[in-house]
């Protein structure tokens, strides 16, 4: 009789044990050298989430609503990113493994979230309370770099975003197969990435206050 096999959970518990113990593929203290005319994608993308009152987030208002989606990372499209992780362990020791679906294929990456903003900052328009965190690239992704999640609130104006910041280039790819697969659709997914978490993040939002998605 042939012993049962790992079970999901106890791969996805091997594949965090591992990437627990990488590090990054790219050298954070060089970050200020990562940019376009250097070679690397620097992308900003921006969404607006629902209003609130003017003055610090509600307690179950669109910000809050926006920091729990963040948390629980459930704005990626699942088709394409899934993120798996230990939901009970502090965010600023979180290690994710992210299952990667493109074609007909699968792939497993390593990220480690790499700091938390927890602040409230001056702009032109006045103050402004942001949350957020960003995950960085390990040992074995296809890509390298970092992208950084926040949600902002307006404190004189209650208006409220979300925003997401990369840098990234293509990493070493081993197999000259997925190599030209990365090259060939690398940028297109990585734009549909963002444009669904956006949308994913709309509608998660508009669900929890009871609302109809942002348009």
């Given amino acids: 009789m042939r012993s049962p096999g790992p079970t999901p959970w106890e791969q996805h518990k091997a594949r965090l044990d591992l ?25 900003d993308y921006e969404t607006e989430l629902p209003s609130e009152a003017p003055g610090p987030p509600a307690d179950a208002g669109s910000w809050e609503a926006a920091r729990q989606v963040l948390r629980n990372y459930t704005f990626p499209p699942p088709d394409l990113i899934t993120g798996i992780f230990v939901p009970d362990a502090p965010l600023e020791q979180r290690v994710m493994v992210l299952r990667a679906r493109f074609l007909i294929f699968t792939f497993w990456f390593g990220v480690r979230i790499g700091g938390i903003t927890d602040e409230q900052r001056p702009t032109e328009a006045g103050p402004e309370q942001v949350w957020g965190y960003n995950y960085r690239t390990l040992e074995g992704h296809f890509e390298r770099g970092q992208i950084d999640f926040t949600v902002h609130k307006h404190l004189t104006t209650g208006r409220v975003m979300f925003r997401m910041h990369a840098f990234s280039q293509l990493g070493r790819i081993r197999n000259p197969f997925y190599w030209i697969g990365f090259r060939l659709f690398g940028r297109m997914l990585q734009r549909r990435f963002a444009r669904e978490s956006l949308r994913r993040m709309r509608e998660q939002v508009a669900e929890a206050l009871g609302k109809s998605a942002v348009s």
Avoid at 20 to 26: I, L, P, R, T, V
Avoid at 35 to 41: E, P, Q
Wanted: charged content about 25%; glycine content about 12%; proline content about 0%.
């Fill in 19 to 43: 990437y627990g113990k990488a590090g990054y593929n790219f050298d954070l203290t060089r970050t200020h050298e990562y940019t376009t005319a250097n070679g690397w994608r620097v992308d």
